[in-house]
């Protein structure tokens, strides 16, 4: 517990044993019938990676810093009925490196936002629950990475996003997605448009002086339009 201190780590790792790794922000204040809740900062090192496939509660917001890998492979709760929390607070910020999560990491705070700045990359990996779709409205201008058999919700706007294809990525063919650039260093990486059957175009809208490199495979139904 961090007893409702900020507090900021190098890497949070644990929760592959038997026991249920949890780390929770704050316990309620006896004189308020409120809390205040902390801010969890994870400043990863370069060339540093971390995994944690345990529960977070309570925290107000988690930051992620520096230039390594952060993966939260389980679940995230924040109670903002009776904290100093308000729907519109991010719950985390991804300010630099990258943050990995599965599709329904946030699934009991669906509706509360993730910002991603420039230069960060939100990895979104398939869900433990087969079926459940990432949800949170994403904020910013970073990098978005959905690897294979992870769905975003289609009421999401990525527009401001630069899509990272890893391996092989379809967006579901619900409707047509729109980025703000395609990259991909990998040659053997096909995006494609098409969960139900239907190809649905891919449109990149690139900023003027923009540049990007996508050395992947376009799926071979995929309407393309930039």
Do not use: C
Not at 2 to 7: I, Q, R
Not at 122 to 143: A, M, Q, T, W
Not at 150 to 174: H, K, M, P, Q, Y
Not at 204 to 225: C, Y
Request: no cysteine; aromatic share 8%.
């Amino acid at each position: 517990m961090l007893n409702s201190n900020d507090t900021v780590i190098a890497g949070l790792k644990g929760g592959f044993s038997y026991s249920t790794a949890i780390v929770s922000g704050s316990s309620p204040h006896v004189t308020s019938g409120s809390y205040r809740l902390p801010k969890l900062t994870i400043r990863v090192p370069e060339g540093e990676e971390y995994f944690y496939k345990g529960e977070i509660h309570n925290l107000k917001k988690i930051v992620i810093d520096g230039e390594g890998i952060q993966k939260i492979l389980g679940s995230v709760t924040r109670d903002k009925v009776t904290s100093d929390v308000s729907a519109e607070d991010f719950i985390v910020e991804v300010n630099s490196a990258e943050l990995h999560v599965r599709g329904d990491t946030f699934d009991a705070v669906k509706t509360e936002p993730l910002y991603v700045a420039y230069g960060a990359t939100l990895v979104v990996l398939s869900p433990s629950d087969i079926g459940k779709k990432f949800e949170n409205p994403i904020k910013g201008s970073g990098r978005v990475d959905f690897r294979f058999g992870a769905e975003i919700d289609s009421s999401s706007d990525v527009s401001s996003f630069e899509l990272r294809v890893t391996g092989s990525t379809d967006l579901g063919g619900e409707k047509d997605w729109t980025f703000s650039g395609l990259v991909s260093s990998d040659p053997n990486a096909v995006v494609e448009n098409s969960g139900y059957g239907v190809s649905r175009a891919l449109i990149v809208n690139v900023s003027e002086g923009k540049e990007f490199v996508f050395d992947g495979k376009l799926g071979i139904d995929l309407p393309f339009k930039k």
